[in-house]
Nanobody, 122 residues
Framework: VQLQAFGGGLVQARGSLRLSCAASGRTLSSYKMGWFRQVPGKEREFVAAIRWSGSNTWYAASVKGRFTISRDNAKNTVYLQMDSLQPEDTAVYYC????????????????WGQGTQVTVSS
């Protein structure tokens, strides 16, 4: 499985960005796609996740109401729409796939994409 994340950049506080993660290499119907973020010196933090088939989504409390995860099955792509961005959202964002039940822990994820930097200026 290959995951390709893109869409990061520099944005001012209260602005928006949309991240994309394109997946290839196998059937994804039994997987969930998650987004994590990491800043230097800290552990990778769960942001959001979505079931590849079905409607289940999960969000970290810190982003709920500001971020929206969605998918396009035809394009094998998951999106993370990030609105009302704050400087504390600055991090490298990673997408990942898991076939396991727990979606909020990075250790359950089997495949990872490269990170994309998101920087929010105040």
């Amino acid at each position: 499985v290959q995951l390709q994340a893109f869409g990061g950049g520099l944005v001012q506080a209260r602005g928006s960005l949309r991240l994309s993660c394109a997946a290839s290499g196998r059937t994804l119907s039994s997987y969930k796609m998650g987004w994590f973020r990491q800043v230097p010196g800290k552990e990778r933090e769960f942001v959001a996740a979505i079931r590849w088939s079905g409607s289940n989504t999960w969000y970290a409390a810190s982003v709920k109401g500001r971020f929206t995860i969605s998918r396009d099955n035809a394009k094998n792509t998951v999106y993370l729409q990030m609105d009302s961005l704050q400087p504390e959202d600055t991090a490298v964002y990673y997408c990942a796939l898991t076939s396991r039940a727990i979606v909020t822990s990075s250790i359950t994820y089997e495949y990872w994409g490269q990170g994309t930097q998101v920087t929010v200026s105040s």
